[in-house]
Structure formats: C-alpha cells, structure tokens
C-alpha cells in the first residue's frame, strides 16, 4: 500500500517571494512521484514527475522537485511566485507492475499568493 | 486531439436516482480511471481499466459500476445515488506501461460536479 501526506493545507505567500510544497510519501516498492496543479474550476494539469534518474526535476511555470528517498519527499519549489500561481497542488505517487494506473493523490496544498 | 471529455459539466439528482457520468479519450490509451475530489481529501480512486473488457475496483468502489466496451469509452454509472456522493468526479487516461509512448502521466479531463439532495 501507500500513501501520500502533504504536510500544508494552505500555504499563503506575497508576490515574487519563494515557496516550498511539502510532501511525503510511504511505499514498499519503487515510486513515481508527480505534481499536478488545479487551478479554480478546472481540471488537474501536471507540473512535473520524478521517473528515475536526476532527483531534480524541473517542470512548467518555474517549478521544481527534489526526490530524497531516504526521506521519503518530493516537495516542490519556486524560486519567485506570480499572482497566477494561486491555484490547489496535488502530489500524487504511483507504482508499477499491477498498480501501474492507480494514483494515491494527497490532501492538497492551496497556494494563495498575494501582492 | 480533444484529450479526454467529460459530460454533463454539472449535475443534480434526487437521492435514489440513477445517472451515468460519461467520458471518452482520443488519444487511443489503454488506460483509464475514475477519481472523485472532496475537499480536504485530495483524489480518490474508484474505479479503473487496463483495456477494453477490463476493470477492477479502486478504494472507493462502493455505489459505482463501470464496464469499458471500447478503448475510447469508460462510463461511470451510480446506481442509486446518495448524499454521501456529492464530489467532483475525474476521469483520466493514460498509456500502458510497455508502450513505446508511455511517459506514465495521466491525463485528467475537466471533470463532473455531481450534487445528490
């Protein structure tokens, strides 16, 4: 089984000030990790995902990830925020073998940016 | 290419109703799954499909049927509806694992809101 935890429901920040979404994860096998972003009304986009490789990621709209396995996190990062920012953030992990498909989303983060 | 389309937008039942949440792909994945959003609770799985002919439960199965006769369509029905299931409802697709284009992103359509008095 696993399971997502993003350790910030709301997390408010002034415009061009730097911001971090927490999440950690828990699985007994190998993960993919992703971000997605919903913006009010509207469906998921992906800002980015770890697969293998480089444990930084870097996705759309000036985010990033770092992959830290031995602490089970993937927490996202942008340098300088945009009022178009404000929207929810998802962290989801997924697995291979039979559970490819099944994403174990967390809680949400609601990013609010003020100017 | 629509990607993958949802219908209707928006929905209200009466308890006890029956309804069918509709959506389809055109990207030709094998893959597909129906999530339902509470706030608070991130997305949750219901039900899910790795080809036509396919499915199998997620972590929310309870009230929901799905059957998945093309690999275009992958219907959500609620066979008696309750309260309990107001929520916002995803579908989403995505390429088999073994495909030369899989990139293993899923890729979510606009979603329903389904309201059950």
């Known amino acids: 089984a696993q399971s997502v935890t993003q350790l910030d429901s709301q997390v408010p920040v002034f415009e061009e000030a730097p911001v971090e979404l927490r999440c950690n994860y828990s699985?007994?096998?190998?993960?993919?990790l992703f971000w997605y972003v919903q913006y009010p009304n509207q469906g998921l986009q992906l800002l980015l995902k770890?697969?293998?490789?480089?444990?930084l990621v870097k996705g759309i709209n000036g985010f990033e990830a770092e992959f830290n396995k031995s602490q089970t996190s993937f927490h996202l990062r942008k340098p300088s925020v945009h009022i178009s920012d404000t929207a929810e953030y998802f962290c989801?992990?997924?697995?291979?073998?039979?559970?490819?498909?099944?994403?174990?989303f967390g809680q949400g983060t609601i990013l609010t940016v003020h100017p | 290419n629509a990607g993958v389309t949802q219908t209707p937008k928006f929905q209200v039942l009466k308890t006890g109703q029956s309804m069918t949440l509709q959506c389809a792909q055109d990207?030709?994945?094998?893959?597909m799954s129906w999530y339902r959003q509470d706030p608070g609770m991130g997305l949750r799985l219901i039900h899910y499909?790795?080809?036509?002919?396919?499915?199998d439960q997620g972590e929310v199965p309870n009230g929901y049927n799905v059957s998945r006769s093309t690999t275009e369509d992958f219907p959500l029905r609620l066979l008696s509806a309750a309260p309990s299931q107001t929520s916002v409802y995803f579908c989403?697709?995505?390429?088999?694992?073994?495909?030369?284009?899989?990139?293993?992103?899923?890729?979510f359509g606009p979603g329903t809101r389904l309201t059950v008095t």
């Open positions: 989403a697709s995505s390429y088999s694992p073994s495909g030369r284009s899989s990139s293993y992103e899923q890729y």
């Open positions: 699985s007994s096998v190998s993960v993919y």
């Open positions: 770890y697969l293998s490789g480089s444990t």
């Open positions: 989801a992990v997924g697995s291979g073998g039979t559970s490819y498909g099944k994403l174990t």
């Open positions: 990207m030709n994945h094998e893959y």
């Open positions: 499909s790795v080809g036509a002919g396919i499915t």
